[in-house]
């Protein structure tokens, strides 16, 4: 029994550490906001690791959603999406008294460089016109340095369909001019445009730079046009042009619903490098922004290395008013390299974050990082995702009768994999959709849900590697703590009081090492369901190590709640806080194929209140080779303050290992008040020439009556003389035959 005290005592330890949120009441529910609506599904959140032909795979990235706003959170697969329709709004562009008014092909090169022009009539211009098809050619202020033009007007901007403007080329350049606009509302009508596209290189200079484009205006912005300002190619040398930026700020709202443009130029000539992407901003202070537009900011592919992605941002930042909206296929891949030993380029970040109203999303995003080319390039890191709402000032303080709900809604197939080298393969980019709602008004708790909706799988893993491979990364679905104001919507104050919100999780989730050709295999990574309320789990989880040398051990696998209501002294479980898992978990550690194998997978199970699994866990230890040691069995534990049952069926065999030790075989333990278990358990040392211990199998109630049901094969495995199996039932040693029981 010492054996036994000491295998619990390590597993209870390590329930003890797991990340834990406790405080106040429970709260949460208010279920679906009715941005979610029915849709196609089948999306995908990938951060997996780049794989390598001549070094080490990449690591997964992390993926992390993540509420805080005493609402629910939703991470749901099937046919669902959000709505992210709007409506351009129409309105009649106030040019002022004495617009500057084009017709017909024009040059404007600005004097100065205050932005001031001639107007139509005589004195400064008021606003800005184009139209009947005309096209408006920018040249460079008189006053600046050849690169830059400014346009500024009282009033507005209007560029009616079939007109375009056109940035010049800078002198004894490639490059476009930058242009500056400033006024008070800007609309460009469906058909205009607007280009500043570096010119190609050519012996001996590099591809132009795309013009960059600023408009600001304290009014509304209107972009139905196209914008383009990318990167000039080059064929003979030089390299490649960057791509311009575009920023887009309007102090009440933006609304985007043309594509933008601004990819890095692509090197076809040995010792040049491909241009990296221009960034992109838009942002809307009061009203938001809305944007259902293509952004395209890729890095080019060059002969000695791709370039960097450029960076897309959508920003809007008004407490109660400012809705974030998008819609397009934003694109900021790392560009590849093309001939020997030419890094990819990294992949751009891309970027939603608003701290006022509610964030809404589809459409699709690429981040992924370039690939890189034999013998020894590296692939480009994949690029940071961000969806985020924060707000802690009080979402109903200014409009204390407004109806501020929504939170954040995503359905967005999400690419932000690290690319394949040869060297090396890169890193997976992190992805993030979380809320930090701390702060907002009480009676908004339980209507700002977190919903990501239309999904089939996130995937972390890493990437196989000719040398070793790499570790899968974490998985993160998880409900914090929420705190509100210390006042209510008038600036009375209120007793302080916090609020949890339940966890709902069906999305498979996959987090494996990556196989290791000539080095070790990668670790599994981490896969965990949380909330200080209830979680809820259907999705299959997954963490398999990779075979190597030395197999990865596979990773750990949780669904669990931390929430307790102080009564006196004594903690007691909140009766909301309950756990029901019914999704399959699985992962084996990876094969040695010239060392010891990798431990089975670690699913844990725990639930304040009441913990229910139905899932089955199986999870072998990986093989060994020679004379080392197979990999050990899997642990599986269940833990609740107050009642459990479990229904899942346990399976693991541990690693075999013809000339050494096998693994011993795994653990299960299940411990609460009431604890009820009606599953097999198959928990089987691995062979060798010396053969693993069986498995160990604890049951425990604190009422001393716990109810076990089932057939316990708890063998060793075969070589030498290994000890049989433990079966506990509430400190009582059950009997075993052959290491097999059925109660």
């Not at 190590?545 to 030395?550: A, H, Q, T, Y």
Request: proline share 3%.
């Amino acid at each position: 029994m010492k054996q036994l005290r000491v295998r619990v005592a390590l597993l209870l330890t390590a329930a003890a550490i797991i990340p834990a949120c406790g405080g106040g009441s429970g709260g949460g529910g208010g279920g679906f906001a009715n941005f979610v609506i029915a849709g196609i599904g089948g999306l995908s959140i990938v951060s997996k690791g780049g794989s390598a032909s001549n070094g080490n795979g990449g690591q997964g990235g992390t993926i992390l959603i993540q509420g805080q706003s005493g609402s629910e959170v939703n991470s749901k697969t099937g046919a669902l999406t959000v709505t992210t329709s709007f409506t351009v709004p129409s309105f009649t562009v106030n040019l002022g008294a004495n617009p500057r008014n084009i017709t017909t092909n024009t040059i404007l090169t600005p004097p100065g460089t205050t932005g001031v022009i001639p107007g139509s009539l005589a004195g400064n211009a008021t606003g800005l016109h184009v139209s009947g098809g005309a096209t408006l050619t920018i040249n460079p202020d008189t006053g600046g340095l050849g690169t830059d033009a400014t346009l500024a007007f009282p009033n507005g901007v209007l560029i009616d369909a079939g007109c375009t403007i056109q940035m010049a080329q800078v002198a004894a350049s490639n490059d476009r001019v930058n242009l500056s606009i400033a006024s008070s509302v800007l609309v460009m009508a469906s058909g205009s445009a607007f280009s500043a596209n570096g010119a190609a290189g050519g012996a001996p200079t590099s591809g132009g730079k795309g013009g960059n484009l600023i408009i600001s205006c304290p009014g509304d912005i209107v972009i139905q046009g196209t914008i383009t300002a990318t990167g000039g190619n080059t064929a003979l040398a030089g390299d490649a042009g960057n791509g311009g930026i575009v920023s887009i700020t309007a102090t009440t709202a933006a609304y985007v619903t043309g594509d933008i443009t601004v990819n890095g130029g692509t090197s076809t000539t040995a010792g040049f490098l491909g241009g990296s992407g221009g960034d992109v901003g838009v942002g809307g202070l009061i009203g938001g922004v809305f944007s259902s537009s293509d952004i395209t900011t890729f890095g080019g592919n060059g002969v000695t290395g791709g370039g960097k992605g450029g960076n897309i941002t959508l920003n809007s930042s008004f407490q109660q008013i400012a809705e974030l909206v998008s819609s397009g296929i934003l694109d900021a891949h790392g560009g590849s390299g093309t001939g020997a030993s030419s890094n990819g380029g990294d992949g751009g970040e891309i970027q939603m974050a608003s701290t006022g109203s509610n964030i809404r999303a589809t459409g699709s995003w690429t981040s992924i990082g370039g690939n890189g080319v034999a013998p020894g390039g590296d692939g480009g890191v994949g690029g940071e995702i961000t969806v985020f709402q924060h707000n802690t000032n009080g979402a109903s303080v200014l409009i204390p009768s407004s109806n501020v709900t929504g939170g954040t809604s995503v359905s967005v197939g999400i690419d932000a994999s690290g690319g394949a080298g040869a060297n090396s393969g890169a890193k997976g980019g992190d992805v993030s959709i979380t809320q930090n709602l701390d702060g907002i008004d009480r009676t908004l708790a339980a209507r700002n849900p977190l919903n990501v909706v239309g999904y089939s799988t996130y995937d972390a893993s890493g990437g196989n590697g000719s040398v070793d491979g790499g570790s899968g990364g974490t998985i993160k679905v998880y409900n914090q703590l929420f705190t509100p104001g210390s006042t209510d919507s008038f600036g009375a104050p209120v007793a302080g009081v916090t609020f949890h919100g339940n966890t709902l999780n069906s999305v498979n989730m996959i987090s494996s090492g990556g196989t290791g050709a000539t080095g070790n295999g990668g670790s599994g990574g981490t896969a965990v369901i949380y909330s200080g309320l209830s979680a809820t789990n259907s999705g299959n989880l997954s963490a398999a190590g990779g075979s190597g040398v030395e197999g990865g051990g596979a990773g750990a696998l949780a669904v669990l709640n931390f929430d307790l209501l102080a009564v006196g002294s004594a903690p007691n479980p909140d009766p909301l806080a309950v756990v029901v898992n019914s999704g399959n978990a699985s992962g084996n550690g990876g094969a040695g194929s010239a060392g010891d194998g990798g431990q089975a997978a670690t699913l844990e199970i725990i639930g304040h209140a009441q913990a229910t699994n139905s899932g089955s866990l199986t999870s072998n230890g990986g093989a060994a080779s020679g004379a080392n040691t197979g990999g050990d069995g899997s642990q599986f534990v269940v833990i609740s303050d107050n009642s459990l049952s479990n229904t899942g069926v346990l399976t693991s065999t541990a690693g075999a290992a013809p000339g050494g030790t096998g693994g011993d075989g795994g653990t299960i333990l299940l411990n609460s008040q009431h604890t009820t278990h009606n599953a097999n358990v198959t928990e089987i040392g691995g062979s060798g020439v010396t053969g693993g211990k069986g498995g160990l199998a604890v049951f425990n109630s604190q009422s001393g009556a716990s109810s076990v049901h089932g057939t316990f094969t708890l063998v060793p495995g075969t070589g030498g003389t290994p000890a049989v199996g433990t079966l506990v039932k509430d400190g009582v040693d059950l009997p075993l035959t052959a290491g097999v029981g059925t109660y």
